[in-house]
C-alpha cells in the first residue's frame, strides 16, 4: 500500500511539473479554475505545447506509461491530431536488465542454465523494450537463434499502474463531461487486454508462426523460424535473421537495393495480408524491419515482433474493399451506404448527410496530385468525421489504421514518389474479382465442401423424420381413438416424392460442380 501511495506521489509530482493539469482544466473551458491553478503553481512556466508536454511526462513515468502512450496514439478516431501525433514519437528507450536475472528466468522457464541449453549464449542483450530483450544465442546443431527473455517482475508492475490507471479515468469521467465521448475506462480496459497479450510470449511465437506459414512461399517477406522446444510463455527462441533495418536508407542504396521496388513490396505485402489472410502484423514501425541483402534472399523484408497482430474476417475484408473501391471512384453514396448496411453508422442515419460529411472529408483531397494524397490521413479524417454520426469504430480497424499510417510513412521514406492509391488499387480491383467471380465461388465450394460431404448424406433421413411428425400432427382424435387425416398423408407423399427428386437433382448437380471443381485444381495445378 505503500509503495502504491508513493508511485501516485510520483505520478501526481510530473503531471504537475509538465501541466497535465493545465491541459485537462483548458479542456474543461473553465477561466475561474485555470486561474486558480495557475496562481497555486506560480513557480512553474509552461511554454511548450501540450502534446510535447504529454510525449515528456509519459516517457519520464516509465515503460508502461509510453507504452500507454503508443496504444493512445493509434486512437485517432479519440484523440485530438497533435496529441496523435506527438504520441506517435514515443519509443521504448528502455536500459537492459541484468543478465544474470535474464539467465535465470531462462532457466526457471526451460528447465536448464543456458549453458546446457546452448552451444553459446551471448550475456550482453542485443536489443531491449520495457517488455522484454534479446540475446544471441547458438544451438548446439550449429543453428543461429535469437533468445527473447519477459523482464522479470513485469505482471505486478503492470498490474499496480492499471489500478492507478484506472482509478484515474473513474475521476475523469466524474469531472469532466465530454471524457464520454473519449470513454477512458474502455481504453484502459484495451491497454490492460494489448499489455497482457505482450507478456504471454508464446502468443507472440504463435502469431509469427502462422505469419510464417501465410508467407512461406513468398518472394517479398521473410519471418524467423519459432524452435518450439525452446519456447515458453517467458522466453522464446527463434531463428536469427540478419539485414539491415529498413529506416537506414542510406546503408541499403550502397547494397544495391531498389528502394522504389521495395516501396511497392511493403504496400503488397500489406494488402496481402489484410485481404487475402485477414492477419496482419499491426507493429510494423522501422525498428521491427529488416532488409536482406544475402544473396539468396536479396531485396526482401524481414518481419520482427510479433505481439501486436490484427484480424479481420470475411465481412470486415468485404466492408473495407467496397469503401476503399468506393474511394477510388469517389462514389460517397456507396460509402455511406456501406457504413449504415454494417451496423456502425446507426440505422436511423440519414444516407445523403453521411454522403455529404464524406465528400467534405475527402474530395479536397482528390483535387491533389494522386502522388500527394495520404491514403492514412483520409482515414484519419474519416474517423474524425464519424464522431459526429456515432459510427462504431472496430478495434481491429484502428489497429488497421495505424498500420497503414506506418507502412504508407515507410514506403514514402524509401520513394518519395509513391503513389499509394495507384500501387493498391488493381489489388483491391483483382481480390474484388476473385471474390465475387467464377475463382471466388469454385473457393468457396472448395471451403464448404467437407461441411456439406458430412451433411448431405444425413437429408434423406432428417426429411424422413421430418415428415413422420407432421403426420404425426395430422392425426384426429374421434371417440377416443386416433384416425389418421387421410388427406393430409396423401399431400405428404406427393410432396415426398418431389423432394426425393429434388435431392436427386440436387445430388446430381453437387457431383457435377465437385468434378468440375477437381478437373479445374487438377488443370491448375491444385
Not at 536469427?240 to 544495391?256: F, K, T
Request: glycine residues 6%; charged residues 25%; aromatic residues 8%.
Amino acid at each position: 500500500m505503500i509503495l502504491k501511495f508513493l508511485r501516485l506521489l510520483k505520478i501526481l509530482a510530473v503531471a504537475t511539473k509538465y501541466g497535465l493539469d493545465e491541459i485537462a482544466v483548458t479542456s474543461l473551458h473553465a477561466p475561474r479554475t485555470a486561474r486558480f491553478m495557475n496562481t497555486v503553481f506560480f513557480w512553474r512556466r509552461i511554454t511548450s505545447p501540450r502534446a510535447i508536454r504529454l510525449r515528456q511526462a509519459l516517457e519520464e513515468l516509465g515503460p508502461i506509461f509510453i507504452k500507454f502512450g503508443q496504444v493512445l496514439s493509434t486512437r485517432r478516431d479519440l484523440m485530438p491530431p497533435d496529441i496523435a501525433d506527438e504520441l506517435s514519437l514515443l519509443q521504448d528507450r528502455v536500459p537492459p536488465f541484468d543478465s544474470d536475472l535474464a539467465i535465470a528466468q531462462i532457466t526457471e522457464a526451460l528447465g536448464a542454465h543456458p549453458d546446457q541449453l546452448f552451444a553459446s549464449f551471448e550475456r550482453v542483450p542485443v536489443a531491449s523494450a520495457s517488455i522484454a530483450q534479446v540475446h544471441f544465442a547458438t544451438l548446439k546443431d550449429g543453428t543461429e537463434v535469437a533468445v527473447k527473455v519477459l523482464r522479470p517482475g513485469m505482471r505486478k508492475t503492470i498490474d499496480e499502474d492499471l489500478a492507478l490507471m484506472d482509478m484515474a479515468a473513474r475521476l475523469i469521467e466524474r469531472v469532466w463531461a465530454e471524457s464520454r465521448r473519449l470513454k477512458p475506462r474502455e481504453v484502459v480496459a484495451e491497454f490492460d487486454k494489448y499489455l497482457h497479450d505482450e507478456l504471454d510470449l508464446m502468443r507472440e511465437a504463435a502469431n509469427a508462426s502462422q505469419l510464417r506459414r501465410n508467407f512461406a512461399n513468398s518472394n517479398l517477406l521473410m519471418v524467423p523460424e519459432m524452435y518450439w522446444d525452446y519456447c515458453s510463455s517467458s522466453v522464446i527462441v527463434m531463428e536469427r535473421m540478419r539485414g539491415i533495418p529498413v529506416s537506414q536508407i542510406d546503408r541499403l542504396a550502397a547494397e544495391g537495393v531498389d528502394l522504389k521496388k521495395l516501396s511497392s513490396d511493403g504496400v503488397e505485402i500489406f494488402f496481402t495480408q489484410v485481404f487475402r489472410d485477414g492477419f496482419f502484423h499491426a507493429d510494423m514501425h522501422p525498428g521491427n524491419i529488416l532488409v536482406s541483402v544475402e544473396k539468396e534472399t536479396f531485396g526482401r523484408y524481414i518481419a520482427l515482433d510479433f505481439g501486436i497482430v490484427g484480424t479481420l474476417n470475411d465481412f470486415d475484408k468485404d466492408y473495407l474493399s467496397q469503401n476503399f473501391l468506393a474511394f477510388f471512384r469517389r462514389d460517397y453514396k456507396r460509402v455511406a451506404e456501406a457504413h449504415i448496411e454494417s451496423g456502425w453508422a446507426p440505422r436511423d442515419t440519414r444516407v445523403d448527410e453521411l454522403e455529404s460529411a464524406v465528400r467534405a472529408c475527402c474530395e479536397p483531397i482528390f483535387d491533389r496530385p494522386l502522388k500527394d494524397i495520404s491514403f492514412g490521413q483520409i482515414l484519419l479524417r474519416l474517423f474524425q468525421t464519424s464522431r459526429r454520426f456515432n459510427v462504431e469504430v472496430q478495434p481491429q480497424l484502428v489497429l488497421l489504421q495505424k498500420t497503414l499510417l506506418n507502412i504508407e510513412g515507410l514506403g514514402r521514406q524509401l520513394d518519395p514518389d509513391l503513389d499509394l492509391w495507384k500501387t493498391a488499387k488493381p489489388y483491391l480491383e483483382r481480390w474484388m474479382s476473385e471474390q465475387v467471380g467464377w475463382q471466388g465461388l469454385v473457393e468457396r465450394l472448395r471451403a464448404e465442401a467437407p461441411r456439406y460431404a458430412h451433411i448431405f448424406p444425413q437429408l434423406p433421413r432428417l426429411l424422413h423424420q421430418t415428415l413422420e411428425r407432421h403426420a404425426h400432427s395430422g392425426m384426429t382424435t374421434q371417440n377416443g381413438h386416433q384416425v389418421a387425416n387421410a388427406d393430409l398423408m396423401a399431400a405428404l407423399l406427393v410432396e415426398q416424392r418431389r423432394t426425393n427428386r429434388l435431392l436427386a437433382f440436387l445430388g446430381a448437380v453437387v457431383v457435377l460442380v465437385g468434378s468440375l471443381t477437381a478437373g479445374y485444381f487438377v488443370l491448375h495445378g491444385g
